[in-house]
């Protein structure tokens, strides 16, 4: 079994050891002596991200040759410190690598180099302001955090499987950019964003008793939803911004559960939208990411 020491505290870095645990690979978290300040912030998802890794303190400022013990046991590293950071600890690449050099090193930074200095502070607040996904309001997940997380997994899971050796920067800035690829290409072939909510195929309704979600990018759903609401007149507006008022007038007068039956027995992409306490009830954080194992099928 592939063995991942994890220096890294909060969110990216603990859910890309959470999602490498799932997938096999022994991974030991180092934490300061207070603890990973997220223990305090959610212990809810300190669980989801740390359960099922052995978790160990180490005062970097005054006992990194413990981390060095550590690192010449493993066979890859996964930090979030920033390269300086890492460098004044002693836990850089440079330095684990003098004792292993076959190791496998991925390191979560805010930037590339060119559109900050890379050791430039950040949060996922940061990144996406600065790849055009944030509006006037902040975001309310952390897309890029968990792209980045995703990217640092699948980085070392690829680089173990192939016998690769050697650092790879994930920098969150390029992370948060792939999270916006599709509304940046648009926006590159001078295209309007046609996922805004400004056209009625993609867009939030309100009906009774709350609101619903619609989907329907492809023009044989749109068509299917324009049928089932009895509305054919409007499939070939699909693009047409103002067919979203006729649309909102038609909505309004539906109940919300029914709108949902429909959708399922017609096969539309339209969901209810839940608020919070709602999604928990049906994604409890304890089992989101053991759910990346829910299916599998061994093949001969």
């Not at 999602?19 to 030991?28: H, N, P």
């Not at 055009?132 to 070392?156: F, R």
């Not at 038609?250 to 919070?276: F, H, N, Q, S, W």
């Not at 306490?277 to 990411?289: T, V, W, Y």
Request: net charge negative; glycine share 8%; aromatic share 8%.
């Amino acid at each position: 079994m592939a063995k991942v020491l994890e220096l890294a505290v909060l969110f990216p870095g603990p859910l890309a050891g959470r999602l490498l645990l799932e997938q096999g690979f022994e991974v030991v978290k180092v934490e300061p002596p207070g603890g990973d300040p997220m223990r305090q912030i959610s212990p809810t998802l300190y669980k989801v991200l740390n359960e099922g890794k052995r978790v160990v303190h180490v005062d970097l400022k005054g006992d990194a040759e413990e981390v060095r013990r550590l690192a010449e046991e493993a066979d890859a590293v996964l930090t979030t410190f920033r390269p300086s950071t890492a460098e004044r600890y002693g836990v850089s690449y440079r330095r684990l690598a003098e004792a292993r050099p076959d190791l496998i090193y991925v390191a979560i930074v805010g930037y590339g180099g060119d559109e900050y200095p890379r050791d430039h502070p950040s949060h996922d607040i940061n990144f996406a302001a600065l790849a055009g996904a944030v509006g006037p309001c902040p975001p309310y997940v952390q897309a890029v955090d968990v792209a980045a997380g995703l990217l640092a997994a699948l980085t070392i899971t690829a680089m173990a499987a192939r016998g690769a050796r050697g650092y790879v920067e994930i920098p969150m800035s390029r992370a948060a950019a792939l999270v916006n690829i599709l509304n940046l290409s648009l926006r590159r072939d001078g295209k309007p964003l046609v996922l805004s909510g400004d056209y009625p195929f993609y867009t939030v309704y309100r009906c009774r008793g709350g609101r619903v979600a619609l989907g329907a990018v492809e023009p044989k759903f749109w068509e299917r939803f324009c049928r089932a609401v009895g509305r054919e007149d409007l499939i070939p507006r699909r693009l047409d911004p103002a067919a979203r008022e006729e649309v909102e007038e038609v909505l309004a007068g539906m109940d919300c559960g029914a709108l949902e039956e429909l959708a399922k027995r017609e096969e539309i992409p339209l969901t209810p939208v839940y608020d919070i306490d709602r999604a928990l009830a049906i994604f409890p954080p304890e089992a989101l990411l053991n759910g990346v194992k829910t299916r599998s099928e061994r093949t001969r």
